[in-house]
């Protein structure tokens, strides 16, 4: 395929940047206990120092989502943290409370049955608004993890109404406090509850933001569904209906997530691209999205695979932009199943490696990061230097929850 138009490409990438998360650089795990990496960091500011590392390697991560009971610890107020990040070269992104961890969660936070729970919910979403409008952030990221293991467990009318009159009352704070910002309702059909989830799938998030009101969007997380889900249908209903508010990246072979990006489906990866630029294509507007990262990973070094994430994506974003939607509304009009399919083959199938290498060159970045990242041999310096001060703290033992 010739490139007939690299500078409408190149000004595509300029626009797609893309939030990684500060806990993608610390030592997490599974339900069953944590690997502990000796390059992992530590500290909100070896966070903030990777994130910067990644955004110069890339170009294209400029903000860092944050999770408030993680990174704003020890008395340490917005504006340090903001000025913190801005000294790596970074800015505080989407806002993350932490509704899951407390043991007062343990029968959910805006679901919970008992009032006083909710207020105490309530009570930190509304501390992390208040993070939010001074640091800058543009979003409020809300993942519940408020669910049930056995039926009869719960009543799940009085659930349903609990959640609804929370939203309400977070959006309705937002617009007083928060304005311009944006209410993310990220979606899972299982885990850590089994039976049901309060917010199961994009239908109940797509409910839920609508009664909140229009500062509130749907999260797509693409690790988030049952085999089989079509999400780039997903994404275009809610594009159609302005209700998309953004995604976290990753990738899942069974369910869950924390896959690096296109690791087991590419092809799905690009196909959801390709609906958000047939749909800027057909409405001429740029589709306004927050695109995010979300992996924590407990074998792959933390560095490499934030970077192999942000390269996979930039890959597949300038794949989707080289579809033809002028041949491919042809063949569809002539109901030509397999030209259409062609069209989209065509795209997927095109080496873009010199064309990112002609924007980074542009921008004065490596033309291959994840290589540069290893050539410099980044990660086993900071193994050496964190593994030291690491040797002095006590580690986790094995089947620790993490």
């Avoid at 589709?287 to 994430?309: C, F, G, R, W």
């Avoid at 069209?343 to 080496?351: G, I, M, S």
């Avoid at 291959?368 to 040797?391: F, S």
């Amino acid at each position: 395929m010739k490139f007939t138009d690299s500078d409408h490409i190149f000004a595509a990438l300029d626009n797609f940047k893309i939030e990684v998360p500060s806990w993608g650089f610390a030592d997490t795990g599974t339900r069953f206990g944590k690997y502990v990496q000796a390059a992992a960091a530590r500290t909100l500011e070896e966070k903030l120092h990777d994130a910067g590392l990644v955004n110069r390697l890339t170009g294209a991560c400029p903000t860092v989502a944050v999770h408030v009971q993680w990174d704003f610890q020890d008395g340490e107020s917005p504006e340090s943290v903001a000025k913190l990040a801005n000294s790596f070269g970074v800015r505080i992104g989407s806002i993350n409370p932490n509704l899951f961890q407390d043991q007062c969660y343990k029968f959910g936070s805006l679901c919970n049955a008992d009032s006083a729970v909710r207020e105490t919910a309530l009570k930190h979403v509304a501390e992390s608004i208040e993070i939010g409008s001074t640091v800058g952030s543009r979003h409020l990221t809300l993942w519940l993890a408020d669910g049930s293991n056995y039926p009869g467990q719960e009543d799940l009318f009085a659930r349903k109404h609990y959640l609804k009159e929370s939203l309400q009352q977070i959006s309705q704070l937002m617009r007083q406090q928060w304005k311009d910002a944006t209410l993310l309702l990220e979606y899972k059909p299982f885990e850590p509850s089994f039976y049901h989830t309060d917010v199961a799938d994009w239908g109940m998030a797509y409910v839920f933001c609508r009664q909140a009101g229009p500062a509130a969007k749907v999260l797509v997380d693409t690790g988030h569904h049952l085999p089989g889900a079509n999400i780039a249908h997903i994404v275009s209903f809610l594009l159609d209906e302005d209700m998309l508010g953004g995604f976290h990246f990753n990738d899942r072979k069974y369910a869950d997530d924390d896959l690096t990006l296109g690791s087991i489906d590419p092809h799905g990866a690009f196909l959801i691209f390709d609906q958000i630029a047939q749909y800027e294509f057909a409405t001429g507007k740029r589709a306004q999205l927050a695109y995010m990262i979300d992996q924590s990973h407990n074998l792959k070094p933390k560095l490499e695979a934030m970077v192999q994430t942000v390269c996979e994506a930039q890959k597949l974003f300038v794949k989707a932009q080289l579809v033809d939607r002028k041949r491919l509304a042809m063949a569809q009009q002539q109901q030509d199943i397999v030209g259409s399919e062609m069209v989209l083959r065509d795209a997927y199938d095109t080496d873009v490696s010199e064309l990112l290498s002609e924007w980074r060159r542009r921008h004065k970045l490596p033309e291959n990061p994840l290589e540069q990242l290893r050539r410099d041999r980044v990660v086993e310096q900071l193994a050496v230097d964190r593994g030291a001060k690491r040797a002095h703290v006590p580690q986790p033992t094995a089947g620790s929850y993490a």
